[in-house]
């Protein structure tokens, strides 16, 4: 191999270093997805001392009796109910009241196996990183113990006045503002101040839809599901050991998802079978992808390799 031939290849394998879009964005509803049961049910609600069937119940009244958004409505009624209560329930409490939230078998040791799964197929080549996108609270969600594993959280959130009491709502997250979030993972436009909606060219985002899988619970995922797949990614759905499957099963007859499983995130399921499946094929394809940008860079640099 002559000096020119020798300096293309030392060049291409810089570019194939530098191939920006390698990254894997796995993005997760929270309740019913990584935990059984709304995360209030676990927190605020045995604070205040409500039967969480019954406060389910009446959020579905009252939101079909205004014509209102569900998310708004139980947001509304859990601040009444906080505000009018003895104890103090701020920002702080809520955060530590994330402690007590329970998950599915396995999702506490979930994320470091996919992380270094990812690591050890790629020898570092392809990162990942885990983000939820929720329209339960923040403040709770900023407590649960798993949550230094995620990049970013993503859910809805209150504003408190001087007394540290929630009067407003900052944020709502509901099942089509969703995919918002899947669109700043994908332009890279975390910071929730900046506007998401200017045109950015597809080679300049840095997490493509290809590389990102969703995983959800029902029907409030399905708009999420369907931006990621149409898109070039996957999905998956979960429903809780020992319930009907029948919810998952419509939403993948639909093609909504890949496919679904129990939610059981522990070695060697077939959840995670699957899932690593998934991810070596997203491999392949990033290490492909790669491959031509590298190719396209030499030949307009006129630097392509000798046959």
């Known amino acids: 191999m002559g000096p020119t031939s020798s300096s293309a290849?030392?060049?291409?394998?810089?570019?194939?270093k530098e191939y920006p879009h390698r990254t894997i964005a796995i993005v997760y509803d929270f309740d019913g997805t990584l935990s059984p049961q709304s995360m209030q049910d676990y927190t605020v609600f045995p604070e205040l001392g409500i039967t969480p069937s019954e406060f389910w119940r009446e959020v579905k009244a009252v939101t079909t009796s205004n014509q209102a958004t569900e998310v708004l409505t139980y947001m509304r009624l859990m601040a009444e109910r906080i505000i009018q209560g003895d104890l103090k329930i701020d920002r702080e409490r809520l955060k530590s009241l994330g402690a007590k939230v329970p998950y599915f078998p396995g999702v506490?040791?979930?994320?470091?196996?996919?992380d270094n799964f990812v690591k050890d197929e790629t020898a570092g080549y392809v990162k990942v990183r885990h983000?939820?996108?929720?329209?339960?609270?923040?403040?709770?969600l900023e407590g649960v113990s798993?949550?230094?594993?995620?990049?970013?959280?993503?859910?809805?959130q209150y504003h408190f006045d001087c007394f540290g009491r929630p009067t407003f709502v900052d944020r709502v997250i509901t099942d089509v503002?969703?995919?918002?979030?899947?669109?700043?993972?994908?332009?890279g436009v975390e910071d929730l101040s900046k506007q998401v909606n200017d045109h950015m060219p597809e080679s300049d985002r840095p997490i493509p839809f290809s590389n990102m899988i969703y995983i959800g619970d029902g029907d409030t995922d399905v708009p999420s599901m369907a931006v990621t797949r149409k898109n070039g990614g996957h999905a998956f759905a979960v429903y809780s050991p020992g319930e009907s499957s029948a919810k998952c099963e419509t939403l993948f007859?639909?093609?909504?998802v890949d496919a679904f499983f129990e939610a059981n995130y522990s070695k060697n399921t077939r959840l995670e079978i699957f899932f690593k499946g998934a991810l070596k094929k997203m491999f392949g394809d990033i290490r492909y992808r790669a491959m031509m940008y590298t190719f396209e860079e030499e030949v307009v640099g006129g630097k392509a390799l000798e046959a």
């Open 9 to 16: 290849m030392t060049a291409g394998l810089r570019r194939f």
């Open 108 to 114: 506490e040791t979930w994320f470091d196996r996919v």
């Open 131 to 140: 983000y939820i996108v929720s329209s339960g609270l923040r403040e709770i």
């Open 146 to 156: 798993i949550a230094s594993k995620f990049h970013a959280i993503f859910a809805s």
């Open 177 to 187: 503002s969703k995919t918002q979030y899947l669109f700043r993972i994908n332009k």
């Open 253 to 256: 007859k639909a093609g909504r």
